[in-house]
């Protein structure tokens, strides 16, 4: 489809194991964003890709987290040593133009649980 | 720093009741602002925005004013359904070369028939 696309949709992984979450924009989009939603939480900021500036890494919760969009498309996000906090669900939304109009475009997200 | 603050949920109301899910910002300059809205099992989704002071968006019957002198974005809507239940996200964005987009915590809503 035409919409942000993202894999796996469920993940069920043992506590330290790494984990490797994929995220396909729309096409020509240019910014990229990672969210999670903790159950009855709201949306926590993770990253953050504009163009080929560098990224926004202020929400990353700890060094065990980490991102790359290669060649300005897809993104992976990549969590190291899971730890059981980490069970939520991971969201990446896409927009144009750095997203200045304001309207992100949501993928229905990856589900991880750390057992 | 920017930020959104919106009321605490749950919010439940009966149906055709009168909704308010209030929505309070920080922000230098001018930013735009935005709700999104979250039905059960679908991924999030833009319901309406207003770009400047006094813009008023609207959409599904929902409408938000952007009130620069409160600095709220409070939505209503009139009449609710039991299909407006969701989880709405207030959201700001100041146009910057590096900008990201802001989201309050949500506001659960639940609709009784």
């Known amino acids: 489809g035409a919409g942000v696309s993202q894999s796996p949709s469920n993940k069920v992984t043992e506590k330290g194991k790494d984990v490797e979450l994929r995220c396909d924009p729309i096409?020509?989009?240019?910014?990229l964003y990672w969210y999670r939603q903790s159950l009855g939480q709201g949306l926590e900021f993770l990253i953050y890709?504009?163009?080929?500036?560098?990224?926004?890494k202020s929400g990353l919760p700890s060094d065990r987290f980490s991102a790359e969009r290669t060649g300005g498309s897809v993104s992976t996000l990549t969590i190291q040593r899971t730890q059981q906090e980490d069970s939520a669900v991971y969201l990446c939304?896409?927009?144009?133009?750095?997203?200045?109009?304001?309207?992100?475009?949501f993928g229905e997200g990856s589900r991880l649980t750390v057992l | 720093g920017n930020s959104v603050t919106q009321m605490e949920g749950p919010v439940t109301l009966s149906e055709e009741a009168f909704l308010t899910i209030n929505c309070t910002y920080t922000a230098t300059g001018y930013p735009s602002l935005f709700w999104y809205v979250q039905y059960p099992g679908e991924g999030l989704q833009l319901l309406l925005k207003a770009t400047k002071a006094d813009d008023k968006g609207s959409n599904k019957g929902f409408e938000a004013t952007y009130r620069k002198e409160t600095t709220s974005f409070h939505l209503e809507k009139g009449s609710v359904q039991v299909s407006d239940s969701a989880v709405y996200f207030c959201?700001?964005?100041?146009?910057?070369?590096?900008?990201?987009?802001?989201f309050g915590s949500g506001t659960r809503l639940s609709i009784r028939p």
């Open positions: 096409s020509g989009h240019t910014a």
């Open positions: 890709f504009q163009g080929n500036s560098a990224p926004d």
């Open positions: 959201a700001l964005i100041r146009y910057s070369s590096a900008s990201k987009i802001i």
């Open positions: 939304a896409s927009s144009r133009a750095g997203g200045h109009d304001g309207e992100l475009f």
